[in-house]
């Protein structure tokens, strides 16, 4: 089992910048695939990035790319999500999980979770 806590989210202006951390305890960090989701109010959870085991391979949702950038220290056990130029529109909870399985950008197929962060920006 993985446990997760995310930290980092906050109150920010439009174009100003966050640093998303996701620390993980328990079994291996480097075992799983880790992605971060967003959901806002009265809207279904999506993806936003996921990073390979290894931390060289990732991908994001087209929504963020160019602005974010998803990375990995499994020595230190934590994911990052650097969130630059951000916008009104990426106001959301942001939440850390883990993957055992082949890449995915289904929420379904993440096994572990943390309780989420909020990232509010303003215009």
Known sequence: QVQLV???????QAGESLRLSCAASGRTFGSYIMGWFRQAPGKEREFVARISRSGISTYYADSVKGRFTISRDNAKNTGYLQMNSLKPADTAVYYCATLLGLPSINPGDYAYWGQGTQVTVSS
Not at 6 to 12: A, D, K, T
């Open 6 to 12: 995310e930290s980092g989210g906050g109150l920010v």
